[in-house]
T-cell receptor, first 116, second 114 residues
Framework: AQSVSQHNHHVILSEAASLELGCNYS??????LFWYVQYPGQHLQLLLK??????LVKGIKGFEAEFIKSKFSFNLRKPSVQWSDTAEYFC??????????????FGAGTRLAVHP | DTGVSQDPRHKITKRGQNVTFRCDPI?????LYWYRQTLGQGPEFLTY????????KSRLLSDRFSAERPKGSFSTLEIQRTEQGDSAMYLC????????????FGEGSRLTVL
């Protein structure tokens, strides 16, 4: 079965620190990859997505992620975090096995706390 | 607001009672999904509709759970004879029929079973 692993459940950073959140998936075929963010009290929102082409994708609010096919990874990065980045971050994957209808499989999430 | 809306936002019930949640997707979206999220976990897929047709149900969805989307617009998720293990956030999402894969989520309905 397909699965998504997020390495860190909790991350605490100071403002201006660099961020990297790990995400690995288990599926050998074609994948679509996503990072969603959930700010406190809000709904899940798409941060960025990868379908094909340039493996380095840029999303909103200065986030980017790199797809490394050989490592089955899609790590999220931001060079300098802000207090407003405090949120929970979810990596998700949809695959050709999903039947082509965008069923997303999510990781367990990483809770990021940024201190001023 | 033209996003996905869910009602109620919070439901507290006693074990054994039935509960129903409603989801109104973004109006032009023909795909609708239900997910369940428990503390410390990511959303888990429950079921999916393409218009009014329910095309897949997860094994997580026991016989006590039923979902409908009668006219291809709003959807309901009913849980019969609730159990404490049903306590979770129930998320609804919608999307267009396309390859982009972006799901738009509602704020969820939190169920607490006492």
């Amino acid at each position: 079965a397909q699965s998504v692993s997020q390495h860190n459940h909790h991350v605490i950073l100071s403002e201006a620190a660099s961020l990297e959140l790990g995400c690995n998936y288990s599926y050998g075929g074609t994948v679509n990859l996503f990072w969603y963010v959930q700010y406190p009290g809000q709904h899940l929102q798409l941060l960025l997505k990868y379908f094909s082409g340039d493996p380095l994708v840029k999303g909103i609010k200065g986030f980017e992620a790199e797809f490394i096919k050989s490592k089955f990874s899609f790590n999220l990065r931001k060079p300098s975090v802000q207090w407003s980045d405090t949120a929970e971050y979810f990596c998700a994957v949809s695959t050709s096995f999903s039947g082509g209808y965008n069923k997303l499989i999510f990781g367990a999430g990483t809770r990021l706390a940024v201190h001023p | 607001d033209t996003g996905v809306s869910q009602d109620p936002r919070h439901k507290i019930t006693k074990r054994g009672q039935n509960v129903t949640f409603r989801c109104d997707p973004i109006s032009e979206h023909n795909r609708l999904y239900w997910y369940r999220q428990t503390l410390g976990q990511g959303p888990e897929f429950l079921t999916y509709f393409q218009n009014e047709a329910q095309l897949e149900k997860s094994r997580l969805l026991s016989d006590r759970f039923s979902a409908e989307r009668p006219k291809g617009s709003f959807s309901t998720l009913e849980i019969q004879r609730t159990e404490q293990g049903d306590s979770a956030m129930y998320l609804c999402a919608s999307s267009l029929t396309s390859a982009t894969g972006e799901l738009f989520f509602g704020e969820g309905s939190r169920l607490t079973v006492l």
